[in-house]
């Protein structure tokens, strides 16, 4: 017998894997058996700047990225 997570012992809806929350798209979840990518049902939540989607950039924008400090180049 494996061990099970909280929810999966008191049967609770709930998702393992990692919802990554887009600016212009639908959210999408890590986990390939995830039914409802919706936030209430997983634990693990992050924007999609930190996997290096760049759909939050500025329309026009050559920047790569922007931090919390500001726009950072694109190298090369």
Do not use: K, N, Y
């Amino acid at each position: 017998m494996g061990v099970r997570c909280r929810e999966c012992e008191a049967g609770l809806q709930h998702c393992h894997g990692t919802l990554i929350r887009h600016a212009l798209w639908r959210s999408e979840c890590t986990d390939e058996d995830c039914t409802t990518p919706e936030v209430i049902v997983h634990t693990l939540v992050i924007d999609c700047d930190v996997v290096g989607c760049e759909c939050t950039q500025p329309i026009g924008s050559d920047a790569a990225f922007t931090s919390s400090t500001g726009s950072a180049a694109r190298s090369g």
